[in-house]
């Protein structure tokens, strides 16, 4: 699916994976619904082909939906598979977590099985990770909640679009799309059983109390939460009634839970989403509270129960538990956005905060504000920590500063669910006396100083003696040395600024509100707490830093301030070692 070095496209893969998963959640229908599972493995996630097999009441597996070929949705689609050959598969080939993978070399022996497949022959890999025609990758889909554990299907997917088996990325983004898609397919029941008990309910006067005795049995066993709520009247919005799995949710007991309505539960920055929300066919993801007083995020799903004379009855909703998934969307994110090795912000999260202070616009322009106070105001990060941002609001009430272990954020909280970045870097709205006139400009000092301009100064560190160590001892003593120095920094600054690692031994630090003197003075700093020995594995080993000083300034790319930060490093490395020869 893609390169594991690769953050730009790791950072892609998981827009397309998260794209594909909110579609989910749009098909009306169980039939829908399947087809949109597939899809979304072929459009989202790198595969040509896929088809979802779905278990019968009587145990077999029927080809439910296929994408990506019409030859083979017309070879496979309706053919039934037995669950005793299903179940061979699954038990065969490598185990990668849930997934079940069987090359070509051990597959030849279910070419013959009841199992419907589309598969041609093809010469042998010419590399070890190649994908070869004749191999097998299923994604089981397994039911939730207390009587989870219950094979619901197996999505089979075929031709990756780069050619290659799937590396560790493309797995786990695999294995999290199947169980989005089971829980998908499990609410897509859920909802088709609810909706005929509703209209049995509208429709069938006479069936009135076997109605409501099925409705009964859907709503209490569901294994989501489920709630009713007052439509109207003086009690409009409480909660009339709730499942045991809502009361379990919440840690609040049912007579509980009819003192509220879902406006006293919600966490208060997410208020505008509920009332936002329509009332048929409402959907929104948003934090509710629990009795503990910590927040759940969940997704809420609403539907109008009417009457036919009186109109509007009571408003359904189907409360979904997502925590789980928010917060694998913010590992998945921080992953893309830090380097593996020392926790930093990698390259790409470097740049994308470097640029959401700069705009195409030099100083002096009409257009914006100058930068006042030290520290400016910060009104978002770039396309990744936008993505970042989603999952990371839902675990400290905001959008984060940074969720690294080194805590160096660099950025404020976005401005709100209107917020959408102009051409300049800024905010729409840009024209002073507009709605959203937040950007400040960025200003870089004189070289003397004299002018007391205080701006973002980018301090470019190249470690000197590094490459040395790396070859006399190896790359485990070079990785310890990189972390330790990474710890070095981010202790050496102000929990404002970024310490990021620009890749191999160079690093780079962003801070605010430094005046030529004060990023100097820095730089020694900085320089002076990398000095001291490191001891790796009983050894000490030391290693030098040469920091070039540059500054950030609207008008410029964040390539050029890196690399105007990055010559002067050059030049400064130089002129040590220029004096060091003199002294010699």
Not at 28 to 33: E, K, V
Not at 159 to 183: C, D, F, H, V
Not at 295 to 308: H, Y
Not at 369 to 393: M, T
């Amino acid at each position: 699916m893609e390169t594991e070095s690769e953050p730009y496209v790791r950072l892609a893969t998981l827009r397309q994976v998260h794209r594909a998963i909110a579609e989910l959640n749009t098909a009306r229908s169980l039939a829908d619904t399947l087809q949109t599972v597939a899809d979304g493995i072929v459009t989202g996630l790198g595969y040509e082909l896929s088809a979802v097999n779905l278990v019968r009441p009587d145990g077999d597996l029927v080809v439910a939906a296929v994408a990506g070929s019409a030859s083979a949705e017309a070879l496979m689609a309706g053919r039934v598979g037995s669950r005793v050959s299903w179940e061979r598969r699954l038990a065969m080939g490598d185990h990668w977590g849930d997934l079940r993978f069987i090359p070509y070399t051990e597959g030849w022996v279910l070419d013959d099985d009841d199992v419907p497949q589309w598969h041609t022959g093809g010469p042998a890999p010419r590399f070890a990770d190649e994908w070869h025609p004749m191999d097998r990758l299923f994604a089981p889909m397994y039911t939730t909640g207390p009587s989870g554990g219950e094979l619901l299907g197996v999505i089979s997917v075929d031709k990756p679009t780069n050619g290659r088996r799937p590396g560790a990325w493309g797995r786990e983004a695999l294995q999290m799309y199947a169980s989005q898609a089971a829980i998908a397919i499990s609410n897509a029941r859920l909802r088709a059983n609810m909706q005929r008990a509703l209209v049995r309910l509208e429709r069938e006067q006479q069936a009135l109390r076997a109605s409501e005795e099925s409705f009964r049995q859907a709503f209490e066993y569901a294994p989501s939460g489920m709630a009713i709520a007052e439509l109207g009247g003086d009690q409009h919005g409480r909660l009339h009634r709730t499942n045991d799995a809502l009361c379990r949710l919440l840690g609040r007991s049912a007579s509980q839970m009819r003192r509220y309505s879902f406006s006293d539960l919600v966490h208060p920055e997410d208020i505008g989403t509920l009332l936002r929300t329509s009332a048929e066919g409402g959907r929104a993801e948003l934090r509710l509270a629990r009795r503990d007083g910590t927040f759940v995020w969940v997704s809420l799903r609403n539907s109008v129960v009417a009457d036919a004379a009186d109109g509007p009855r009571f408003l359904l909703t189907h409360v979904e538990d997502i925590e789980e998934r928010k917060r694998h969307e913010l590992q998945l994110a921080h992953r893309a956005s830090h380097d593996s090795l020392t926790g930093l912000p990698n390259s790409a999260e470097l740049r994308s905060r470097l640029s959401s202070r700069l705009c195409a616009r030099p100083p002096g322009s009409e257009t914006h504000s100058a930068a006042s106070g030290p520290y400016g105001h910060l009104e978002g990060f770039a396309e990744v920590e936008s993505a970042a941002g989603v999952a990371a609001a839902g675990y400290g009430g905001h959008a984060h500063r940074d969720s690294g272990p080194h805590g160096h954020g660099f950025g404020a909280d976005v401005a709100g669910p209107d917020y959408v970045p102009d051409d300049f870097g800024g905010v729409a709205g840009g024209v002073p006396g507009g709605p959203y006139d937040h950007h400040e400009h960025t200003i870089a000092p004189d070289e003397d100083g004299a002018d007391g301009t205080k701006g973002l100064a980018v301090l470019f560190c190249d470690l000197d003696g590094f490459k040395s160590i790396n070859d006399r001892f190896g790359h485990h003593t070079g990785d310890a040395v990189l972390i330790e120095v990474a710890h070095r920094l981010s202790n050496g600054v102000r929990d404002g600024d970024t310490v990021a690692r620009l890749g191999g031994d160079e690093f780079v630090v962003l801070a605010d509100g430094l005046g030529q003197a004060d990023a100097e003075d820095l730089a020694v700093r900085l320089r002076n707490a990398i000095i001291p020995p490191i001891r790796v594995d009983g050894r000490a080993v030391r290693v030098g830093a040469s920091f070039g000083i540059g500054w950030a300034g609207c008008g410029m790319s964040a390539d050029e301030v890196l690399r105007s930060a990055d010559q002067r490093m050059y030049i400064e490395k130089r002129s040590r070692a220029k004096a060091g020869r003199r002294a010699g």
